[in-house]
């Protein structure tokens, strides 16, 4: 008799939904977490969604002591649209964004959270330390600016019938990807951008070169309220470092980690280089005298 098979590996990230009421109407929100500890709120990118941080969610270093936790933005991903949708265009602002992080926060009952978000994400992360600080007890910003013109990301053309906007997406973003990303994870970021529904990625891009804006706003966000932490790809050419030092020059007390080797993408591109990174900011956080153990 042939020997028993081998049981399944059964990764310990588990999916739910969440009903949220946003902008005044209900909407159906897809989270997965995994670990316990600390809740850690991951934001994904723009046009994509939560599954780029799946490799935090198995790495038993970060789930040893975070709670991590990402969800699909609505339109993205397993989250739906709001009903009605079809007679609307979809244009991220600050203020929705805004609303969903703290409407989840609060419909999970989580106590000052950290919050680590990229592009996009990392854009709100900046949005939260100055308006929001008093209710995370650290951020960390990936490839996170506090603006970036709209320059080559005029989308209006994706939508044509003779254009694959999926594939376009994921050509577009295909620079982004450092150049010694695994070959597996470069194309499972980018598969993620094939996915996405028709003018979500330019909508997130509203926010991101128009809504957005903070130049005039960041020299204002107080690190002794909330801690903040900058890390940036090495060949991020949508947010450079050097947009990020920037950034950083008008914010008392932070610094920029250049993410060497790695680009727009680092939690899912190359998740063993950046976990070499992130390991140390979690354990900062985390670790006695971290924001953790300060004020409740």
């Known amino acids: 008799m042939p020997a028993p098979a081998a049981p399944a590996r059964i990764e310990p990230i588990t999916g ?13 929100v897809y989270f997965e977490e995994a670990g316990s500890g600390v ?3 991951c934001l994904h990118t723009a046009g994509a969604d939560g599954r780029q941080y799946r490799h935090l969610m198995t790495d038993g270093a970060v789930t040893d002591r975070f709670r991590v936790m990402a969800f699909d933005m609505p339109w993205h991903g397993k989250s739906f649209p709001p009903a009605g949708w079809r007679d ?37 992360a900046l949005y939260l330390a100055l308006h929001h600080p008093d209710r995370f ?32 997406c994921a050509a577009i973003v295909s620079g982004l990807v ?41 020299h204002r966000i107080d690190t002794g309220r909330c801690p903040l932490y900058l890390l940036t790809g090495e060949y991020d050419f949508s947010c450079t470092p050097e947009d990020s030092r920037r950034t950083a020059a008008a914010i008392e007390g932070v610094e920029v980690t250049v993410l060497e080797g790695l680009g727009h ?8 280089r950046f976990r070499r990174y992130l390991l140390p900011v979690l354990e900062e956080i985390a670790g006695p005298g971290g924001p953790e153990h300060g004020r409740t």
């Open 16 to 28: 739910r939904y969440v009903h949220l009421e946003l902008a005044g109407r209900p909407h159906r």
């Open 39 to 41: 809740p850690l709120v």
């Open 88 to 124: 609307e265009e979809y244009l991220l602002t600050s203020e929705s964004y805004a609303e969903l992080i703290l409407a989840f926060c609060e419909g999970l009952a989580l106590e000052r959270p950290v919050v680590m978000g990229c592009s996009i994400g990392g854009r709100m």
């Open 137 to 168: 007890r650290a951020i960390v910003g990936l490839e996170a600016a506090d603006f970036q013109p709209r320059g080559w990301y005029e989308l209006d053309w994706l939508h044509q019938p003779d254009v694959h906007g999926g594939e376009l």
């Open 178 to 218: 450092g150049p010694e990303s695994p070959d597996e994870y470069r194309w499972e970021t980018l598969w993620q951008y094939m996915q996405g529904g028709p003018g979500v990625f330019r909508g997130d891009l509203w926010f991101y070169r128009v809504d957005g804006d903070l130049r005039d706003d960041t």
């Open 265 to 272: 993408f680092p939690m899912n591109e190359d998740p063993e």
